[in-house]
């Protein structure tokens, strides 16, 4: 059953006023405080704004968390390698917060995790969390306008049915790793009322994901689920999820980190069943090891690549409906089709666009297409190295215009098509500017 016996509710103001009382250090807070929660399942956190109180709280900090984070100056700030000439404009898409990879821990409250007790957050602020615990939900349950920042520092959750994380409400939420942290779910997820709440990481508002430190998932479902926005912009992470790694209705959009996933069925994934025009997958940066069951990455309308290292092991490498890679590189083996564009989205044309980066493509055997568009493709850029019976295949128009294409070891100006026939703007080509053979 998921934790939500209230048996006891303890404040972060008692927290605080048992440190400003004396001259107890951090520990020796945590300790009594730990002491007075002994057999609650519920500890309520919430935000003070005392100066007086907040300098008590934060006196001989030990943590990892505090100590890279102790002044502005040692905050680390990736920067974002976006674009405002792609298919979207992606000079928007980070804040800085979300880039700066360690949190302001000046004012911030630290809690210790304890077996079968679950922490709500109620008001903005930053926490600190650290300590092992089994059956134990941090839940952020705040304010439409509050920023809430979580610090894991050496954090440990194994859970049997509900999300380590549960985001409830805020306007954004923020995970920050910091050391080694580990969260799991091992059993069947629990439902939160009409809420399906299937994801080791679950959030219904907006989610940033960044930090120093590494992260390990492992998930009996989802490992990481966003009903908003989802960011990772930082910190190494790494998920085991028997079905999807990272999900997110609106959009994944990354930046930086090095980031591993092995998933039963999609390793990234973004879609919104009410609305077909969003649901968009935006990589600028970052290492990205892919490994899934069905597609490495799968969005709804856009699949848009800036920049990174990204490596994937998939039955579809990349699908979406509007498909375009800009630059980084990319290493791909796929089972069925590499990369797929498919009509999910009203809003955008079926499109494969490369204007730069390095692809590497690897097919395997039987009916299977490198680049495969259900409208048009487009190469403009970049270089292509495909190995495959069949490199291309396109419904719509195909035009090559620069860039470097190798197929099976040889270089060659010609777009071919692996179906005789398809839309306007076939017919025969070769090198830059022509149409590709058909």
């Not at 974002?80 to 404009?89: C, E, F, K, L, Q």
């Not at 089994?134 to 610090?151: E, L, M, Y």
């Not at 049915?161 to 969260?183: Q, R």
């Not at 796929?334 to 097919?363: F, H, Q, R």
């Given at each position: 059953?998921?934790?939500?016996?209230?048996?006891?509710?303890?404040?972060?103001?008692?927290?605080?006023?048992?440190?400003?009382?004396?001259?107890?250090?951090?520990?020796?807070?945590?300790?009594?405080?730990?002491?007075?929660?002994?057999?609650?399942?519920?500890?309520?956190?919430?935000?003070?704004?005392?100066?007086?109180?907040?300098?008590?709280?934060?006196?001989?900090?030990?943590?990892?968390?505090?100590?890279?984070?102790?002044?502005?100056?040692?905050?680390?700030?990736?920067?974002?390698?976006?674009?405002?000439?792609?298919?979207?404009?992606?000079?928007?898409?980070?804040?800085?917060?979300?880039?700066?990879?360690?949190?302001?821990?000046?004012?911030?409250?630290?809690?210790?995790?304890?077996?079968?007790?679950?922490?709500?957050?109620?008001?903005?602020?930053?926490?600190?969390?650290?300590?092992?615990?089994?059956?134990?939900?941090?839940?952020?349950?705040?304010?439409?306008?509050?920023?809430?920042?979580?610090?894991?520092?050496?954090?440990?959750?194994?859970?049997?049915?509900?999300?380590?994380?549960?985001?409830?409400?805020?306007?954004?939420?923020?995970?920050?790793?910091?050391?080694?942290?580990?969260?799991?779910?091992?059993?069947?997820?629990?439902?939160?009322?009409?809420?399906?709440?299937?994801?080791?990481?679950?959030?219904?508002?907006?989610?940033?994901?960044?930090?120093?430190?590494?992260l390990t998932i492992v998930s009996s479902d989802n490992g990481i689920s966003g009903k908003d926005d989802l960011k990772i912009t930082g910190g190494t992470i790494n998920i085991t999820a028997?079905?999807?790694?990272?999900?997110?209705?609106?959009?994944?959009?990354?930046?930086?980190?090095?980031?591993?996933?092995?998933?039963?069925?999609?390793?990234?994934?973004?879609?919104?069943?009410?609305?077909?025009?969003?649901?968009?997958?935006?990589?600028?940066?970052?290492?990205?090891?892919?490994?899934?069951?069905?597609?490495?990455?799968?969005?709804?309308?856009?699949?848009?690549?800036?920049?990174?290292?990204?490596?994937?092991?998939?039955?579809?490498?990349?699908?979406?409906?509007?498909?375009?890679?800009?630059?980084?590189?990319?290493?791909?083996?796929?089972?069925?089709?590499?990369?797929?564009?498919?009509?999910?989205?009203?809003?955008?044309?079926?499109?494969?666009?490369?204007?730069?980066?390095?692809?590497?493509?690897?097919?395997?055997?039987?009916?299977?297409?490198?680049?495969?568009?259900?409208?048009?493709?487009?190469?403009?850029?970049?270089?292509?190295?495909?190995?495959?019976?069949?490199?291309?295949?396109?419904?719509?128009?195909?035009?090559?215009?620069?860039?470097?294409?190798?197929?099976?070891?040889?270089?060659?100006?010609?777009?071919?098509?692996?179906?005789?026939?398809?839309?306007?703007?076939?017919?025969?080509?070769?090198?830059?500017?022509?149409?590709?053979?058909?």
């Amino acid at each position: 059953m998921y934790k939500k016996l209230t048996t006891a509710i303890i404040s972060a103001v008692l927290i605080l006023s048992l440190a400003a009382c004396g001259s107890k250090t951090d520990e020796e807070v945590k300790t009594n405080t730990q002491a007075a929660v002994n057999g609650a399942s519920t500890v309520k956190v919430e935000n003070v704004s005392s100066e007086e109180e907040t300098t008590a709280a934060t006196e001989g900090k030990t943590t990892a968390a505090a100590t890279e984070a102790s002044s502005a100056t040692e905050a680390i700030t990736e920067t974002a390698n976006v674009t405002s000439g792609g298919v979207m404009d992606a000079t928007d898409f980070f804040t800085d917060r979300d880039l700066a990879q360690t949190a302001d821990t000046s004012e911030a409250q630290y809690i210790t995790l304890s077996d079968g007790q679950d922490v709500t957050i109620s008001s903005k602020g930053v926490y600190v969390v650290s300590g092992t615990a089994s059956n134990a939900t941090i839940i952020v349950d705040a304010g439409d306008d509050d920023k809430v920042q979580i610090v894991l520092d050496n954090a440990t959750i194994t859970n049997d049915d509900s999300p380590c994380i549960y985001v409830k409400n805020a306007d954004k939420t923020f995970v920050t790793v910091s050391g080694s942290n580990s969260l799991s779910v091992t059993g069947s997820f629990t439902s939160d009322g009409d809420t399906k709440t299937d994801a080791v990481i679950f959030s219904k508002d907006d989610i940033t994901i960044n930090g120093t430190g590494s992260l390990t998932i492992v998930s009996s479902d989802n490992g990481i689920s966003g009903k908003d926005d989802l960011k990772i912009t930082g910190g190494t992470i790494n998920i085991t999820a028997s079905d999807a790694g990272i999900e997110a209705n609106d959009s994944i959009r990354i930046a930086a980190g090095n980031i591993t996933v092995s998933a039963g069925n999609d390793a990234l994934h973004a879609e919104n069943d009410d609305d077909n025009s969003t649901g968009f997958i935006y990589i600028c940066g970052g290492t990205l090891d892919l490994k899934a069951g069905d597609d490495g990455i799968h969005a709804t309308t856009v699949v848009q690549i800036d920049g990174g290292t990204i490596n994937i092991t998939a039955g579809e490498c990349i699908e979406g409906t509007y498909i375009q890679i800009n630059d980084g590189t990319c290493t791909m083996t796929a089972s069925d089709d590499g990369v797929n564009a498919a009509k999910k989205s009203s809003s955008y044309t079926p499109t494969i666009e490369v204007n730069g980066g390095y692809i590497t493509l690897t097919m395997g055997q039987g009916d299977t297409d490198g680049f495969d568009s259900n409208g048009n493709l487009y190469i403009n850029g970049g270089t292509l190295d495909i190995t495959a019976q069949s490199p291309f295949d396109y419904d719509g128009e195909a035009s090559y215009t620069g860039g470097t294409i190798i197929v099976n070891g040889e270089e060659t100006n010609q777009i071919t098509n692996q179906f005789m026939g398809g839309g306007p703007g076939g017919g025969m080509g070769g090198g830059p500017g022509g149409r590709g053979n058909r």
